[in-house]
């Protein structure tokens, strides 16, 4: 985050008095901070006399089909609250005539916010707390019944990897400024090696630790963010997506691969995909290779569209360039996996 508040600029005079009208007890005047990192939607911290709160906006420039979508994160936001998954309060969805892209205001929630999958400089019991925190906290989101919570229409029932994967290879495509032949190749093979899908549930679509913030002292999670992905679909997608960091070297990318995971007090993947599995009544989980794959096919693609974006200049951090090379490593991972898995 940029080390101080600045007035509002002249292009956003109309967010005071949106924030007045839309905002329960809201004070101006306002200055405003931008996070630093994330690579979709900016984020901005609104400091009032009121308090503090937190705006997400659409990137400007031309986009891809049906990203950014800060009005779904808005839903799904609202209907979680009271559902056990710690997520901030949201206020109001504004349109694009008040700062010239959609965006909506959320309370700001004080904490930590951990960008190394490592953690480094913490002790080994807090790392084991806050990587169980993570477990049960996705694990709680997957047991919610969409309906009950309002959000049965949320997504399109059923064929859910069929539709991902389809729509991941499209984003590629069109975001694609070189050719990387591992990803081609699993366009073709994703599709005919589907396992069987047991369950549908409300899947955030992009849970790791830096999307998530923890209470100040404690190894807890206290709230769940950038839900732009969110839908639902087949929470073991969603799940084996936050489990590949456990496959990714960190000179790839955040991950934990060749971790000496018993000194450090972070759980091993086999450990902490047993630990789901109790907390949402699981058996052994089905073509769990395909689920890593398909993962690392899907973070390549993303990827390579924040590498599209970076050449044409509207991403939203400034280190989008470094993360989108990190595409043809990573796909080259998923392909290898693929390969293994066998016809």
Known sequence: MTA????????????EPWLAAHVAGFRGPVTVTRFEGGQSNPTYRLDAASGSYVLRRKPPGVLLPSAHAVDREFRVLAALKGSGVPVPRVHALGEADIIGTPFYVMDHVEGRVFWDQRLPGLEPRERAAIYDSMNETIARLHRIDPQAVGLGDYGKPGNFLERQIGRWSKQYQASETETIEAMDRLIEWLPRHIPAQDATGIVHGDYRLDNL??????????????????????PLADFAYHVMTWRISPSVFRGLAGTDFKAVGIPDETAYVARYCERTGRGRIAGWDFYIAYSLFRIAAIMQGIAKRAIEGNAASERAAEVGRAARPIAEQAWDLARRIGA
Do not use: K, Q, Y
Request: glycine share 8%.
């Open 4 to 15: 101080a508040g600045s007035p509002l600029p002249a292009e956003w005079a109309r967010l």
């Open 213 to 234: 913030i923890f209470h100040p002292t404690e190894g807890r999670v206290v709230a769940v963010l950038d839900w732009e992905l969110s839908t639902l679909g087949d």
